[in-house]
């Protein structure tokens, strides 16, 4: 298992759950840059990242994702989405588990999405914000780029004043 393909998992994990949240009547509790403790965070496969930041704006009606991720070994890439829930969003950038993106509230501090690689799907995750809107969990479960299972648990701390 490759660096690569354990920080991919995870940055799958990260970015795009973000995507969802925007509730009607009050602050996104998923609006701003978070990053990751990954002191807090497992991932199988492992390594997970050195480090990842997720950059979430706008409404579920027109929401943007931008993800940097930081491998353990190797280069350091980007990923971004941007469109409206419920919807099969393309996946721009350096993303080997996803061409595509869908995400839905399920309630205003969470949200599910699904990844889509040449139609198949390949990770799901649920993303829930913390009651005092410092901490988000994402657990994500699916099969990655290299045909390794995924269960990995991501804890993003939210960066002061976002």
């Not at 009607?24 to 509790?29: C, I, N, S, T, V």
């Not at 353990?72 to 350096?94: F, Q, R």
């Not at 995750?125 to 648990?153: E, R, Y």
Request: charge should be positive; hydrophobic fraction near 35%.
């Amino acid at each position: 298992m490759s660096a690569r393909s354990s920080l991919v998992s995870l940055s799958l994990v990260a970015g795009l759950t973000l995507a969802a949240c925007s509730s009607g009547g009050g602050a996104d509790p998923f609006a701003g840059t978070w990053n990751l403790n990954a002191a807090k965070s497992t991932f199988v496969p492992a390594p997970g990242p050195a480090n990842q930041v997720v950059k979430v704006s706008g409404t579920d009606q027109a929401r943007t994702i931008g993800v940097d991720v930081t491998p353990t070994a190797g280069n350091a890439y980007h990923w971004e989405v941007s469109g409206a829930a419920n919807a099969d969003l393309p996946v721009k950038g350096d993303n080997p588990n996803a061409d595509t993106y869908r995400f839905r509230r399920l309630n205003p501090t969470t949200i599910e999405a699904s990844y889509r690689k040449g139609g198949r799907p390949t990770l799901t995750q649920t993303a829930v914000v913390s009651a005092d809107g410092n901490t988000m969990t994402i657990t994500g479960k699916g099969t990655n780029f290299a045909g390794l299972t995924v269960n990995t648990v991501a804890v993003y701390d939210k960066a002061p004043g976002t």
